[in-house]
């Protein structure tokens, strides 16, 4: 069964930068492709970044230039490193891992709160 544990949120100020961390384990890694989505207070969760088996990153338009996902697979993670970072940002990411080899999956974290003080 698949693991994910993220790590890395907290409180910043408007401007300032964060890197979130999700731990994989369970399974294959490379036979994942990876996702970051969040979810604010009231809010649909939505995606945010996804970052395939060939190391393709989709970013949504409101994280463009701002952050940026990748994976190691030696440590079996995948980070989200969020600059330029704005109130908007603020809620709780979660870490997806999407199986792509096999029988279809999607696994989840159990996220991690990130506050973006003005």
């Known amino acids: 069964q698949v693991q994910l544990v993220e790590s890395g949120g907290g409180l910043v100020q408007a401007g300032g930068s964060l890197r979130l961390s999700c731990a994989f384990s369970?399974?294959?890694?490379?036979?994942?492709?990876m996702h970051w989505y969040r979810q604010a207070p009231g809010q649909q969760r939505e995606l945010v970044a996804t970052?395939?088996?060939?190391?393709?990153?989709i970013y949504a338009d409101f994280v463009k230039g701002r952050f940026i996902i990748s994976r190691d697979g030696a440590k079996r993670a995948v980070y989200l490193q969020m600059n330029s970072l704005k109130p908007e940002d603020s809620a709780v990411y979660y870490c997806n891992a999407e199986r792509t080899i096999g029988l279809p999956g999607t696994f989840w974290g159990q996220g991690t709160q990130v506050t973006v003080s003005s």
């Open positions: 369970g399974d294959i890694f490379r036979g994942y492709r």
């Open positions: 970052i395939t088996r060939d190391w393709t990153s």
